[in-house]
């Protein structure tokens, strides 16, 4: 198989891939409905692997650390970047609870304090504390 090379401006592409992200009254006439169903996948797939690309060390702009609420919501609808918020999870060692578990289930790790285990879910917020090690985020 043969590798072909096409360049492009990543944040362009970007900001063309944002509408199809968040469907809404301006973008609806663009994007056919029936289009949604089979093609976010790839799409989804091609964003994370651009902001991979354009930024290796912090593909989502944020630096995270326990303290800190002013996460972007919507960057939380990628698995990649929930995933990333469990860096100071306190439950490492909970069979059922490990970071790319509760990443999959849909919640993203946001303490109030150091130490603290509060997960919310990026789409309906539901909010879970005080994980015991039987737990299952699905």
Known sequence: MESVVVETNGKELLEQLRPLETPGENNSSEVPPE?????????SALGERVRLMLNPDHPYNFEYSPEWKGLNKEMMASEAARRLTFQNWPHMDYRWALPYQMAEAGFYHQPNSAGDDRVLCFSCFVCLVCWEPSDEPW
């Open 35 to 43: 289009w949604m169903t089979f093609i976010w996948p790839y799409i």
